[in-house]
């Protein structure tokens, strides 16, 4: 007669189960980890391409009968209301933060009221720790091309 009773697992099973599953886990972070990285990137991007053309919008429309521009720090992208951004800033502004593995040029741009043209043509490199760049001109009449 046999005393054992087969239909449960052993320590050992279960051992193997957890160490099989730990090696899956930290085989995977690496590549987890890079594909935020460049979510984050193409995020970021489409975000201030929106608010250069958001800012140009609210001039050209009259927003609060202001001018409008874009800020960007080293931590935020501020699209803000008036000829200048002001720290700290207004009710009127707009805050994008910008994770650590994103760098953005810092730069600040204004749109003519009357013309929505920008205050100047300028470009705005954007880069991540992946190795991804992107460069995001604006000319002297306003218009946004990312490149």
């Known amino acids: 007669m046999n005393l054992r009773n087969k239909n449960g697992i052993t320590i050992i099973e279960i051992l193997i189960v957890v160490s099989i599953m730990a090696v899956i886990g930290a085989s995977t972070a ?24 958001t800012a140009q919008l609210n001039t050209i429309s009259g927003k609060e009968n202001s001018q409008w521009g874009v800020h ?3 931590s935020k992208i501020i699209m803000f209301k008036g000829s200048a951004y002001v720290d700290p800033g207004t009710a009127f502004d707009y805050q ?13 741009l204004v749109f003519n009221q009357l013309t929505g043209n ?13 190795g991804e760049s992107k460069t995001i001109s604006i000319n002297e009449v306003g218009t946004v091309d990312v490149q």
Not at 30 to 53: A, G, H, I, M, Q
Not at 118 to 130: H, L
Request: net charge positive; hydrophobic share 30%; aromatic share 10%.
């Open 30 to 53: 690496p590549l987890y980890s890079n594909f935020l990285v460049r979510t984050y990137f193409k995020d970021k991007t489409n975000e201030l391409v929106s608010c250069l053309r």
């Open 72 to 74: 960007i720090s080293p």
């Open 96 to 108: 994008y933060d910008i994770p650590k593995s994103i760098t953005i040029s810092q730069k600040e």
């Open 118 to 130: 920008a205050s100047d043509a300028t470009t705005i490199t954007i880069t991540s720790n992946a």
